[in-house]
């Protein structure tokens, strides 16, 4: 019964987003008020059927109805509680649902939160909103129905695959999701702009903290991400250009650049065809991540299963939903005009170089991860591309961006005196060349590692000497604390960036790894730290059972702790999965990871020392927390009076 | 205004090429080994410790050879295609016991039955590494020179069989 009523629900929905694709859409065309009404009504009612839905299979997970089909081979009865609820979006089906059910999310929201937007403008972007729920939920029912039934129901489910029975399953996905779906309201509100011929400030103001929102939730999900297959993969990487991270990393760059651009429009008025065409470019970059996920045109340990009716599908919708907008862009772009002139040497000089060297990294990436594809399809071989391509064409456009990411902030909109931000920035310049220089002698590293220490050491003095000359005075604290949000959101986030670079940097250039063979009672010294294998146990849990090695680890002869690895086999599917243990630290992580048992006593053992490893993900934590600030700027939240109030700060220039 | 169409022509070859790419399989990647000799291998026998299995024994032949162990989900999978194929078909299957301990692998066989004319056991994985393999299962055709002629990742199942080993292992038979 539950299912068929999750079911009916879809249904229901799938009838609300036509009338929401259709009517505000048409009336806001024709200038008929009761048809634009209709968009706020049907957006709210959009959302709760899909919760609704979404409830209807979480429940059936979490009573173990496995005469579903989609539950059955996704979940198991020995599996936990919260690992049964992470389940429902274990695999395509369901968790295409909940892609739906963020979509329904965020329309709502929109919906909730555009009181101040004209009626044609809020219609036109709730109407975009249901047309890409109408594809997607069609997309549900007809190719990939979570709720149909299996008979005879199955006895017992075949179990979530091992790899996804971790916590990192249930926050992974959603976070993911808020961020590649969010573009579709940045996606919506570009449209509606083009549609209704209104691409100024004030559409840029408006999709700001949308795109902010989306933005930081994809920062979120891809930390995340990388943060879970860190632990859980059992070799301690943390990045490794698969396809399907590329996936999210190519909509995070174009984001990026688009939450650039989108100042720029804002302030004055210039680039707008640009930022119109990357706010389409995010959310078409999202939907491609999900075709090339879901279509089985390239391997990848994220895809799922395959079905050749499913990319076509999407591949349909896909050539609508871009090519359509493409087209408009084409269409009513030209008539836009061009916006605020500014010189050569200016803010907007520097913002654009940021969004060429984001949107040819994107296009790197791309490049990258299609090259098998395009190969394949010209008939010229199959062939694989992997880090060496992506490091090498990556880092030098990184470069050159971190390096203007200093300068940046210090130079002024419209028109700026080079010798004036060259004069506020020699010290900076200076001081990291000092310092770059003095770690050489002490610390003799490499070429690598200098650049990258170097260049993040350039960002965070640079950023603090901008904070610094904004506060500088008797009444800092004052002056700190009424700053503008998007401007400290700014400088959390570029700070973010130069701790990421530590943390790639000094991972990239000092870890250290050994595989040996130990039996209890033998040690191993690796990075200064001795691992000694104490004793070995064997375990058994919910759904698997476990070899559990003990080892302590000492420095000088001095304990300092205890690792904990697994090698756990999961009986349902026979699987065997390596837990590692991480001693984490501030300026190091101890990574220990069980390999195979050569004979009854002796383990093949995996030690690694890497240093700063955890400043990656405290480098995305700021990142993500500077968005968050900038979002939660005050003049986003004011209404339409907003406009007067924004000279106030402008002098500041926040980006 | 013609600039402005410019993204619309990317995004159209785009397309071109993800259609394209729909038809492909990504699975199907070549192995480095095909047209070349099947590696050398001497090995004992998953279920007779006393006795070896080597590539020589199986000169002069069409056969297969098809990588699995007894920790191998998919490798349960494909079983029953396998089974079926060594009931209907002359071409002799061996095993390759890939990574696994001679005990739990004669155990597998006695359980879920033994559709190889011998298995040989790669406790080290070594053999494996000679052909090149990365995932369980695998299989690959060899003909009577003794020169790989086929590889198939992932589990086989009784279409691949009869679609794409069938008319291979006849032809390569015949000539």
Known sequence: MIPELGNFAVMLALCVALVLGVLPLAGAARGHGGWMALARPAAAAQALLVAFAFGCLVTSFMVNDFSVAYVAAHSNSTLPLHFRIAASWGGHEGSLLLWILILAAWTGAVALFSRELPQAMAARVLGVMGLIAVGFISFLLFTSNPFERLLPAALDGRDLNPLLQDPGMIFHPPLLYLGYVGFSVAFAFAVAALLGGQLDARWARWSRPWTLVAWLFLTLGIFLGSFWAYYELGWGGWWFWDAVENASFMPWLVGTALIHSLAVTEKRGSFKNWTVLLAILAFSLSLLGTFLVRSGVLTSVHAFATDPERGLFILVFLTIVIGGSLLLFAWRAPSVGLGGRFAVFSRELALLLNNVLLAVAAATVLLGTLYPLILDALGLGKISVGPPYFESVFVPLMVPLLVLLGVGPFVRWKEAEPAGVARSLRWVAAATLGLVAAGAVTLRYSAGVALGLGLATWILLATGWHLWQQVAGRDWLRRWAGLPRSYTGMLVAHAGIAVFVVGVTLVKGWEVSADV??????????????????????????????????????????????????????????????????????????????????????????IQHKPFVGWIWAGCLFMAAGGALAALDKRYRARRSVQVRLPVHAELGHA | ??????????????????????????????????????????????????????????????????????????????????????????????????????PDGSAWLERFGDPYKVSALDADGKVGIDFGVYGVPETFVIDKKGVIRYKHIGPLTPEIIHSRLAPLLKELNDA
């Open chain 1, 517 to 606: 063979s130990l039996q209890v009672g033998q040690s191993a010294t690796l990075g200064g730290h001795t691992f000694r294998f104490a004793s070995m146990d064997y375990v058994k849990g919910p759904n698997y059972l476990a070899a559990r090695g003990q080892f302590e680890v000492s420095v000088d002869g001095r304990y300092v702790g205890s690792l904990v690895p697994e090698k756990r086999v999961f009986t349902v599917q026979n699987m065997p999965m390596t837990e590692a243990a991480i001693d984490r630290g501030f300026t190091r992580d101890l990574y220990l990871a069980l390999g195979e048992r050569t004979d009854p006593l002796t383990w093949v053992v995996r």
């Open chain 2, 1 to 102: 205004m013609r600039r402005f169409l410019y993204p619309l022509i990317v995004f159209g070859a785009l397309v071109a090429v993800l259609a394209a790419g729909l038809r492909l399989k990504p699975a199907e990647v070549p192995s480095p080994l095909i047209g070349k000799p099947v590696p050398a291998f001497s090995l004992a026998q998953v279920q007779n410790a006393g006795r070896s299995v080597s590539a020589q024994d199986m000169a002069g032949q069409v056969w297969m050879l098809n990588v699995w162990a007894s920790w191998c989900g998919a490798c349960r999978e494909e079983h029953p295609a396998l089974l079926a194929f060594s009931r209907e078909s002359a071409v002799p299957l061996v095993g390759l016991n890939y990574k696994d301990a001679r």
